[in-house]
């Protein structure tokens, strides 16, 4: 196991995530990341990155994206309806608790 996945596996386990998230959705997060990074503002790839978290969460809670097999769904992105948002406490505490985690990792063999 990489150091990568390590690390994700630890994170997800200290933030209560299932553990087999990240491998369905991984890559796509890190092509997403690139993609951000490289073509719009490097700051702006984990803000990406933790808004897709948001918006499935919000998917998780009852407002599912809209269906791919809907009439509509050729039609030109806008903005998703809101839904439930995070507590901004909330983000900080699990931010915090990564943090901790990070603080604490041990560095990678011969690193």
Avoid: I, K
């Avoid at 959705?25 to 990341?33: E, P, Q, S, W, Y």
């Avoid at 992105?77 to 505490?93: K, Y």
Wanted: hydrophobic fraction near 50%.
């Amino acid at each position: 196991m990489d150091e990568m996945q390590r690390w994700t596996a630890a994170a997800a386990a200290e933030l209560g995530v299932p553990g087999d998230l990240l491998p369905e959705v991984g890559g796509a997060l890190l092509d997403l990341v690139r993609d951000v990074a490289h073509g719009v503002s490097r700051p702006a790839a984990p803000l990406s990155a933790f808004l897709v978290g948001v918006a499935a969460g919000a998917a998780a809670a009852g407002d599912p994206a809209p269906d791919a097999d809907a009439p509509d769904a050729a039609a030109p992105a806008g903005p998703a309806p809101a839904g439930p948002a995070p507590d901004a406490a909330a983000v900080r505490a699990a931010v915090d608790r990564l943090r901790a985690l990070a603080a604490g990792w041990p560095p990678p063999p011969g690193g």
